[in-house]
């Protein structure tokens, strides 16, 4: 089975209409694996405008197939649900690379509880740590700036 047509198969088992933007979104962003911004889809999806993409991310977002999670540039990335945990609104960590971006889903670990004030309606929360992902960090290493990192170690240190 391809991935386009598993899109459209839980396209169907979602009780959306399946349609080809729909399903070409979601194959998108299953085949990537990892969670992608509207820009970074928009650029794999040539064949498809801007707008498109986006309300089929909002529709793929409502019907719980997808969730967001927003970097600190304030663009949201999506990742697909798996199809075990239908309507997951991704109530897990996610990780942010600095360096390159990446966003990992950290669905493994809990949420932190935290308690709101009596009467407050939550509507959703996200946990973001970030820093440097395996790749860019060795990457850093080897390059030999000792500088930059110092630079860096210090930045995070004050926060
Ligand atoms: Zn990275
Ligand atoms: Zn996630």
């Keep these: 089975m391809t991935k386009g047509t598993q899109a459209v198969d839980l396209l169907d088992d979602a009780g959306i209409r399946p349609t080809k933007a729909r399903a070409l979104v979601l194959a998108a962003i299953m085949e990537a694996g990892r969670p992608l911004s509207h820009p970074a889809l928009a650029a794999l999806l040539p064949e498809l405008d801007r707008v498109t993409v986006f309300r089929s991310l909002k529709a793929l977002k409502a019907s719980g197939l997808l969730h967001g999670i927003q970097g600190l540039d304030g663009l949201l990335r999506y990742v697909a649900n798996p199809a075990s945990r239908k309507g997951c609104p991704g109530k897990h960590p996610h990780f942010l690379c600095l360096e390159c971006g990446a966003m990992t889903c950290l669905p493994e670990q809990r949420m932190p509880h935290v308690r ?29 700036n000792p500088a930059d990192l110092a630079t860096r170690k210090s930045a995070s240190a004050e926060k």
Excluded at 118 to 131: A, I, M, R
């Design 116 to 144: 709101v004030p009596e009467g407050s309606e939550v509507v959703g929360k996200q946990f973001l740590v970030y820093g440097l992902c395996p790749l860019c960090s060795a990457k850093n290493q080897k390059s030999g």
